[in-house]
Structure formats: structure tokens, C-alpha cells
């Protein structure tokens, strides 16, 4: 069975830092580009940050560039979002999602797995 399990949301302040694990199972991770996605009450999903399978390229959403640093460790089948400065519109759902395909910007619709995220909740 895939999962793809998604921790290390909360309620934390605008300016603080937080850090978001995925935890895969069930298919061959190494194999797989990893994105985070974000996704708030009445918007659109969101490609926020993703990750070749290999860990050699990365993206970042013009939205989150400088304060997010996306990484994975192929060994443990993990991947980690180290969110920093965070601001009040970065509350979300985040979601983590696995994809065949790496693309220069995270195109939701090649992403096949998916988490069932982990709330990030910004207070001012």
C-alpha cells in the first residue's frame, strides 16, 4: 500500500520557522520526484516546492523562495520543507505528493501519490 505521510504542522507565529517531514512507503522512492503543496479554504492548490528523485534539482514557488529549503534523504524515505520567516498567508493545508516525472515547476497533475496533509496555521 502507498503512503505518504505528511507531519510537523501547527499553529506557530509570522516570523517563526517550522519544519515539515513526509514519510513514504509502498513504492520505490528513489524512483519517484517529491513536491509540497499547499492548498488554503477557497483557493487554488498550490506548487510550493519539489525535488528530483535524485535530489539534484530543485523548485520553489516564487512565493516561498528564500525562507523554504526543500531536501530529501533516499536512504530513509523521507522528505523534509524547512520553512523559515514564516508570513501569516503561508497558512495552509500542506500536502506531500509523489510523481514519476520531475518538472522545472510543480505541475500538480503529474503528481500520482498523495499525503493527507498536515494543517500550518500562521498567527500575526
Known amino acids: 500500500e502507498v503512503q505518504l505521510v505528511e507531519s510537523g504542522g501547527g499553529l506557530v507565529q509570522a516570523g517563526g520557522s517550522l519544519r515539515l517531514s513526509c514519510a513514504a512507503s509502498?513504492?520505490?522512492?528513489?524512483?519517484?520526484?517529491i513536491g509540497w503543496f499547499r492548498q488554503a479554504p477557497g483557493e487554488e492548490r498550490e506548487g510550493v516546492s519539489c525535488?528530483?528523485?535524485?535530489?539534484?534539482?530543485?523548485y520553489y514557488a516564487d512565493s516561498v523562495k528564500g525562507r523554504i529549503t526543500m531536501s530529501r534523504d533516499n536512504a530513509k524515505n523521507t522528505v523534509n520543507l524547512q520553512m523559515n520567516s514564516l508570513k501569516p498567508e503561508y497558512t495552509s493545508v500542506y500536502y506531500c505528493?509523489?510523481?514519476?516525472?520531475?518538472?522545472?515547476?510543480?505541475?500538480?497533475?503529474?503528481?500520482?501519490?498523495w499525503g493527507q496533509g498536515t494543517q500550518v496555521t500562521l498567527s500575526s
Open positions: 505528493a509523489a510523481a514519476l516525472i520531475f518538472q522545472s515547476k510543480c505541475s500538480f497533475e503529474v503528481y500520482e501519490y
Open positions: 525535488i528530483s528523485s535524485s535530489g539534484g534539482k530543485t
Open positions: 509502498g513504492f520505490t522512492f528513489d524512483d519517484y520526484a
